[in-house]
Structure formats: structure tokens, C-alpha cells
């Protein structure tokens, strides 16, 4: 069983920065593929980005590569999205995932943290 809980979200202005992070339960959390997803109301929740349980693998959709950074310090059960340059249409609730399987980038993902709200508006 694994617990996830996001924080660091908030509102920011175009072309500013934000840094999401994730804090997971347990003791195996380096067995855990992690991932950052992302829903806007109305639309179905998008794959962000993914780090492997090593952190030496990382995976990003397109629409955020070179913008966004993922990265995981396992020694503290953490996942972090470094955002930066973002636009409006970044605006979306953030989701922490946890797989222990990981089958591919996008899912299936076991484990969802609640999210936290990030708002990109001047």
C-alpha cells in the first residue's frame, strides 16, 4: 500500500515557475515507477511526465518537454515536477501516481494522490 499526497500547487503568472512534490508512504518506494498526470474539468486526466524507481529513466509528453522537469529522491520518498515557462493552458489539477509495474508511461498507475490545483493566469 502506498499513500501519496501532492503539494506546491497555486497560481502563477505566464512564463513563471512552480515546483510540484509528492510525498509517498511506505518502505519499498524505489520500487515504484512515478508519474505526474494532469485533468482539466471536463477533459479526460493526461499523462505528464514519468521517472523510473532508480530515477535513472524519464519519460515526457511532448507538450511538456523542455518545460518541465521530473525527477525523485528516494532516501526521502519524494517525487518532484519542476515547471517552468508556464502557460495558461498548463492549468489543471496535478496528480502524483505510484506503479509497481510499470506496463507503460501513460498507465496503468495504482496508486493517485488527491491533487493540487495549479493555475497559470495573469
Known amino acids: 500500500q502506498v499513500q501519496l499526497v501532492e503539494s506546491g500547487g497555486g497560481l502563477v503568472q505566464p512564463g513563471g515557475s512552480l515546483r510540484l512534490s509528492c510525498a509517498a508512504s511506505?518502505?519499498?518506494?524505489?520500487?515504484?515507477?512515478m508519474a505526474w498526470f494532469r485533468r482539466v474539468p471536463g477533459k479526460e486526466r493526461d499523462f505528464v511526465a514519468g521517472?523510473?524507481?532508480?530515477?535513472?529513466?524519464?519519460y515526457y509528453a511532448d507538450f511538456v518537454k523542455g518545460r518541465f522537469t521530473i525527477s525523485r529522491d528516494n532516501a526521502k520518498n519524494m517525487v518532484y515536477l519542476q515547471m517552468n515557462s508556464l502557460k495558461p493552458e498548463d492549468t489543471a489539477v496535478y496528480y502524483c501516481a505510484a506503479a509497481i509495474k510499470l506496463v507503460d508511461w501513460d498507465g496503468p498507475y495504482t496508486y493517485w494522490g488527491q491533487g493540487t490545483q495549479v493555475t497559470v493566469s495573469s
Open positions: 511506505g518502505r519499498t518506494f524505489s520500487n515504484y515507477a
Open positions: 521517472v523510473s524507481g532508480s530515477g535513472d529513466d524519464t
